[in-house]
Structures are given as structure tokens and as C-alpha cells.
């Protein structure tokens, strides 16, 4: 539910809306009156007004029953000389006809070798934050500068993959619904996987590319409920997407084992001892609740622990602390006034028109958040399990982020029951070089491969754009990070 933005020689956004902070996901999803998750990035909303020329949405599935995929491609086609001569293609696919749900997508071919390259998926997390928060603030082909022009962004994951952002679930940013929520990560997986069958129906020739499932924070449920969705969906599949692997930044799969905070705050010198039995108090109760699958109620306690939705923001963490910011331990508050809003950028008549949005809403995401609010507590790790044994996955950390921090992570990947578990917990800690850097440290097992990254929070390719594309890159070569 955030993102970070440059600060410095340095990327700091902090948008609670871009994946769910663990923080702010533990913390809020028990709702009355009060909205479940607090929207640290009140400028990212929709902007009401009328529009006169921004054209009409393109939905492409009508085209697409109707056989009439090349037709689809072509009116797809946005504008590149809107966007500096960068070719991409955009539009809607309806994924559930009942409750008119329809997903947007936009998609950038890779700009060498597309015919091998790779193909990517990005989700955000939120819940409910577009991924076009990745795509301007993170790995995609361009950003703002403060005066809101565009700018090439020479590490982008685009460079050597053609890269899907699709704005999910339905409601979140351009994608919308009458109704039809997502309320568990079955349902997200779904509709995730009914857009990709229709997107590599419109681009065919992709379908023998190697393709990856990637995002950051709550999609760290996104990305494995799409990657089980396709699993369990090629054998039957006409079409079969040729599903590689999953990459997931600082992500929240397995809330059991990835709240002790109290543990790591203490070790980074946050708090004192006596701070580290509080939190555990409240930890224990959570993770009870979580056990007896109370969801609502283990929120209501991490609520008065870190997030503050109900009590004002006079929550344990800030009181022991002092912090008002998540995604960095280096930072006590967050840099909002530096952040530029891309959201007023994508809501210019200009680019509704140039992206095939028309005059429809951009949705803040919250209704998203309450719907979703029992699945936040709950876990994907079994699923995780079961894709280890089929596919590659990476989890990497950012080291500094409090959120989902790298140390929580581990104690999930050492709770993992899976194929390569016992290997897991023996495997040798390598030495990630680059060039004359140290970007971080990896250890691998079979089909995991587990990375911290360096002097980096909680939205890796934002605080280390260059790192990351080396990552993803040398992940989806499968080339070892590490030098022998």
C-alpha cells in the first residue's frame, strides 16, 4: 500500500497504498465505521470532472470472441509519440461477463530481442493500489519529472522483457466492477488468469516466451494465487501460458510467521527490551487469533500495535518509536512532499484517450481494501509449496524496509514446507557482485532463491533501480548472482 520516491541519490515513495504494508495490513482490517487501511497517498484518487475528448474505454474481449484478435492489437496500439516513441499497447479485458468486471491492462514490448525476450506480469499490492505505480514510479519504461514531462528510465525491466502491468483486482485504479470483488485470493487468481488468456490470444506469438509472475508487498498473495491459477489451469488450456517462475519484492504471503516484530525492531535498535516484551504480548494474541482463523479481530489487535486506523495513529510502534513511516528504518516520516502524483498525470484528458480509458474512474482502492480485509491475515504458503516443486521463485528483501522486513521473510521461508526445505536451511549465503558493488546476498535451493538487497526499503526498484534490473534479469536468464 506505498511506494517510494528519490530522495537524494535515492528513490523514497512513500504511498501506503502500494502494497500492504504488513504493517498496515495486519493493522486495520478489523472495519466499523472507520476505512480499513489508512491512505497515506490522499493525492492518488480519482479526479472528478467532465471530460469532453478522452474517447471511449476499449474493450477488447468482444473482439477477441468474435475472432477478430489482429483487429484487437491494432486498436490497442497506443500513441508512441505521447509517450517518447515508446510502443505499448493498452485496453480492457471483461474477465467475469456477470458482474462486469473488466481489467486494464498496459503493455510494453520488450525493447531488444522481443522475439525471445521474456514476458512479465507486475502487479502492485495495496490491497488496491494500481500497477501503474511500478510502472512510473518503479521498473517501467519512463517516469515524471516535477514539472510532469516525461523521462526515459535507463533501468528499466522493459529494456530485456516485454512487461504486462494489469491494475488489480477489479476496482483498483482503471480496472473496474459492478460488484463482482474479489474477497479471497482464489478469486483474484481467476480473474488474473482469464485476463492473461486473453492477452496472449491478442499476442500469440508470445506464448512460447519463457513468462514470469512478479510485484512487491500484498502481491505477495497476487503473484502466487495467478502462478497456482495457471498451474492448474494449462493442462485443460487450449493456449498454455509458459509459466517460468515468480518474483516477489518484500511481499506478504504467510502472516503466521511473518509478525514478529517486536524481535526485529528490538535488533535494529528501535526499541529496548522492555518495548520487545510489549510487542510480543501483542503478537502472541494476533497470531492466536490468526490460528483459530479470527481474522478480523488478530487486525483489531495489530491495529493498536502498529497501524492506528481505529485509535488515531496512537499506536504502540509510534509511541515506543516516535515513527510515522514504514519503508525505511533510516526515516522517521514520510517524504510525501517530495512525491510527484503520477495519478493527476494518467487522468489528463490526453493520456485517458492515448490509453483507451475514456472518461471512466480511477478507482483509490478502498473498497477493494474492504472486501479484501479477511484474506489479509490469511495465507498462500501452501500454494507456494506446491509451485516450488514446479517452477522457480525469488523472494527478495529490501534491507532497511520495516514493513515486511528480510528477517520475517526468512522465518517464513524456514517454516516453507517444500521440496527443497531441508537444503534450504544448510544452503551457504553467496555474495551478490556487481560490476564493483555488493548489491546484497543470496542463497539458493532448489527452486528458491532468496536475496536481500542493500541500502534499499521496502519498494526495491525505486531505492535501487540498477540492482533490480540485474536481479530480474539474471533470475529470468537463470544465471547465478553470485560469481563462483
Not at 473498497?367 to 489479509?376: I, P, R, S, T
Not at 521463485?393 to 524456514?414: A, C, E, K, R
Amino acid at each position: 500500500m506505498f511506494y517510494n520516491k528519490r530522495v537524494s541519490n535515492r528513490f523514497i515513495f512513500a504511498t501506503m497504498a502500494y502494497t500492504i504494508p504488513l504493517l498496515a495490513a495486519i493493522a486495520c482490517l478489523y472495519v466499523a465505521n472507520v476505512d480499513c487501511f489508512t491512505n497515506v497517498y490522499p493525492k492518488l484518487r480519482g479526479i472528478k470532472r467532465e471530460y469532453r475528448d478522452a474517447g471511449e474505454p476499449l474493450f477488447l474481449t468482444p473482439l477477441i470472441e468474435a475472432n477478430k484478435t489482429e483487429e484487437a492489437r491494432e486498436a490497442s496500439a497506443v500513441p508512441s509519440d505521447v509517450f517518447l516513441g515508446v510502443k505499448s499497447h493498452s485496453g480492457f479485458f471483461t474477465v467475469d461477463k456477470t458482474f462486469n468486471s473488466n481489467m486494464f491492462f498496459w503493455f510494453f514490448p520488450a525493447d531488444h530481442d522481443y522475439e525471445n525476450a521474456p514476458v512479465l506480469l507486475w502487479l502492485q499490492g495495496g490491497p488496491g493500489a494500481t500497477s501503474l505505480a511500478g510502472l512510473f514510479e518503479e521498473n517501467g519504461p519512463f517516469a515524471l519529472t516535477k514539472s510532469y514531462n516525461l523521462k526515459r528510465n535507463e533501468f528499466s525491466w522493459t529494456l530485456n522483457h516485454s512487461v504486462i502491468y494489469i491494475d488489480n483486482p477489479v476496482q483498483t485504479g482503471y480496472s473496474f466492477t459492478e460488484g463482482g470483488f474479489a474477497r479471497n485470493q482464489t478469486k483474484v487468481g481467476q480473474d488474473l488468469y482469464e485476463a492473461l488468456r486473453q492477452f496472449f490470444l491478442v499476442f500469440p506469438e508470445l506464448r512460447r516466451n519463457e513468462f514470469y509472475a512478479t510485484g512487491e508487498s500484498y502481491a505477495g498473495k497476487y503473484v502466487p494465487a495467478v502462478s497456482y491459477a495457471i498451474l492448474k489451469n494449462n493442462p485443460r488450456a487450449d493456449a498454455k501460458i509458459n509459466l517460468k517462475g515468480m518474483a516477489i519484492g518484500n511481499g506478504l504471503c504467510d502472516p503466521v510467521h511473518q509478525l514478529n516484530y517486536g524481535g526485529y525492531l528490538y535488533e535494529i535498535g528501535l526499541i529496548d527490551k522492555h518495548g520487545r516484551t510489549q510487542f510480543a504480548e501483542y503478537e502472541r494474541k494476533g497470531i492466536n487469533y490468526i490460528k483459530k482463523k479470527e481474522f478480523l479481530k488478530a487486525f483489531e489487535i495489530f491495529d493498536d500495535l502498529l497501524n492506528g486506523d481505529l485509535n488515531d495513529g496512537k499506536t504502540l510502534f509510534k509511541n515506543l518509536t516516535g515513527f510515522d513511516y514504514y519503508f525505511d528504518y533510516l526515516y522517521t516520516n514520510s517524504p510525501n512532499e517530495l512525491q510527484i502524483d503520477f495519478s493527476r498525470f494518467v487522468q489528463r484528458e490526453d493520456i485517458r484517450k492515448a490509453i483507451h480509458v475514456g472518461s471512466l474512474t480511477f478507482n483509490d482502492g478502498n473498497a477493494v481494501e474492504e472486501n479484501l480485509k479477511e484474506d489479509v491475515m490469511d495465507s498462500v504458503a501452501p500454494w507456494i509449496s506446491v509451485l516450488l516443486s514446479n517452477i522457480r521463485v525469488m523472494f527478495y528483501n529490501g534491507q532497511m524496509d520495516i514493513i515486511v522486513p528480510y528477517p520475517l521473510t526468512v522465518n517464513f521461508l524456514n517454516n516453507l514446507p517444500f521440496s527443497g526445505s531441508d537444503e534450504y536451511k544448510i544452503a551457504p549465503r553467496r555474495i551478490w557482485r556487481y560490476r564493483d558493488d555488493i548489491p546484497g546476498y543470496v542463497k539458493q535451493a532448489g527452486n528458491l532463491t532468496e536475496v536481500l538487497v542493500r541500502n534499499a526499503g521496502h519498494m526495491v526498484p525505486s531505492f535501487q533501480p540498477e540492482w533490480a534490473l540485474d536481479l530480474i534479469t539474471k533470475f529470468t536468464r537463470n544465471q547465478p548472482l553470485h560469481r563462483e
